[in-house]
């Protein structure tokens, strides 16, 4: 039987990380601070779970697009157990990925005491992230022990039938809102509308240029503003659970875009998106 082997950053099925707790992102970023983009160091020191907590990584921002390069976000993390800030620095990475700032910000604000995997994987289903029950279920497990390290929350593993459960302290908004420079953290809200366009476009006050592929196009790039590529691939051919999944991505990257740089918005026309000029 074929070991089953995660997902790379950018396929379909790493719409949430999986397969790994807070303890082995710091393990995988100290290691490439001390050994440099060495993917052998890597997997030396996380065995079976490298693969895991690379895509993991990746996905989270800590290391740049393609790369084993740490990030700054990355570096924050690297560091922080030597001058003892690992807390906050898992906090920042809890509000730099969208599906775990809204479920953060969420939960937190509806000033609930306690929340199990259950309701956090619902919670998600509800907003379109996660392309399934059972990446939902595993991304809140990694989710809960990131909430643990950063100092909002306390888990509770699930033991004789009870789910494992986040209990919030008493200060996670107070935390969130000093991390933010003193900003109010964020009020529990419904998910944006989902726009029903066929095509959409980013509109940044500069230029504007059409998201979709080319027809026929079997990959998707997108160019970082350091110059690097990354690429979805698809099948030659999709079937409708290829298509949910492929949806529930890409509506995770509008969320993202609208909630951390404010600059997207679809539109709905018959002409399609307008070139920049």
Not at 25 to 37: D, F, I, P
Not at 51 to 76: F, H, N, P, Q, R
Not at 128 to 140: C, I, L, M, Y
Request: aromatic residues 6%; neutral net charge; contains cysteine.
């Amino acid at each position: 039987m074929a070991t089953e082997k995660p997902a790379r950053h950018g396929d379909l099925q790493t719409a949430l990380p999986y397969r790994f707790h807070s303890e082995d992102l710091l393990t995988g970023v100290e290691t490439l601070r001390v050994h440099g983009a060495d993917s052998r160091a890597l997997e030396a020191a996380l065995r079976s779970k490298a693969a895991y907590v690379k895509a993991g990584m990746d996905l989270l921002g800590l290391i740049e697009a393609g790369t084993l390069e740490l990030s700054a976000l990355g570096c924050d993390l690297a560091y922080g157990r030597q001058d003892g800030s690992h807390q906050r620095a898992f906090l920042r990475v809890l509000l730099a990925f969208e599906p775990f700032r809204s479920a953060l910000t969420h939960f937190v604000a509806s000033r609930v005491d306690v929340s199990d995997v259950d309701n956090i994987a619902a919670f998600w289903g509800r907003h379109r992230t996660g392309v399934s029950d059972k990446n939902r279920s595993e991304g809140a497990l990694v989710f809960s022990h990131i909430c643990q390290a950063a100092g909002v929350a306390k888990l509770v593993v699930g033991r004789s039938g009870e789910k494992s459960r986040l209990q919030w302290e008493p200060n996670a908004a107070t935390q969130i809102e000093n991390l933010n420079g003193g900003s109010p953290a964020p009020k529990a809200s419904e998910p944006p509308p989902i726009a029903e366009a066929p095509t959409a476009k980013f509109s940044s006050g500069v230029a504007t240029r059409p998201v979709a592929p080319l027809p026929d196009s079997e990959s998707f790039r997108r160019v970082t503003r350091q110059g690097s590529i990354g690429r979805l691939e698809l099948p030659t051919s999709v079937d409708q659970e290829d298509l949910r999944a492929l949806q529930a991505q890409i509506e995770a990257i509008f969320a993202f875009v609208r909630a951390r740089l404010g600059v997207l918005s679809l539109t709905s026309t018959s002409r399609g998106p307008s070139e920049p000029s």
